[in-house]
């Protein structure tokens, strides 16, 4: 059974950063890619950055870009999403989320991903 579980979430000031972790279990780490979602209270959940299995390559949204990084390790089988400089409107449940598909165009939505973490909690205040 796949489990994603994601950490790392809290109360910031803005300027802060945090780490987002997920780990996965019960899949073969090195063949998904892995995504971090978002979705802020009354909006639809969102596209954030996500990396591609194997090289690794990353992609970021627009939004995020510059200020949030991804990793994984395939050692431990998690992914991180690192955000700096959080703004306000960063606030918002963070979830991660695994798929087998490598196509770019297909990565930022949701219905590609078959496995999804429970969600993790960023609040930043201004």
């Known amino acids: 059974q796949v489990h994603l579980l994601e950490s790392g979430g809290g109360l910031v000031q803005t300027g802060d950063s945090l780490r987002l972790a997920c780990l996965a279990s019960?899949?073969?780490?090195?063949?998904?890619?892995m995504t971090w979602f978002r979705q802020a209270p009354g909006k639809e959940r969102e596209f954030v950055a996500t990396?591609?299995?194997?090289?690794?390559?990353?992609y970021l949204s627009d939004s995020v870009k510059g200020r949030f990084t991804i990793s994984r390790d395939s050692v431990k089988n998690t992914v991180y999403l690192h955000m700096n400089n959080l703004q306000p409107e960063d606030t918002a449940v963070y979830y991660c989320?695994?798929?087998?598909?490598?196509?770019?165009?297909?990565?930022?939505?949701?219905?590609?991903?078959?496995?999804w973490g429970q969600g993790t909690q960023v609040t930043v205040s201004s």
């Open positions: 989320a695994a798929t087998s598909t490598v196509i770019t165009s297909a990565l930022r939505s949701q219905a590609s991903y078959a496995y």
């Open positions: 019960g899949l073969t780490f090195s063949r998904v890619t």
């Open positions: 990396i591609h299995r194997g090289v690794g390559r990353p």
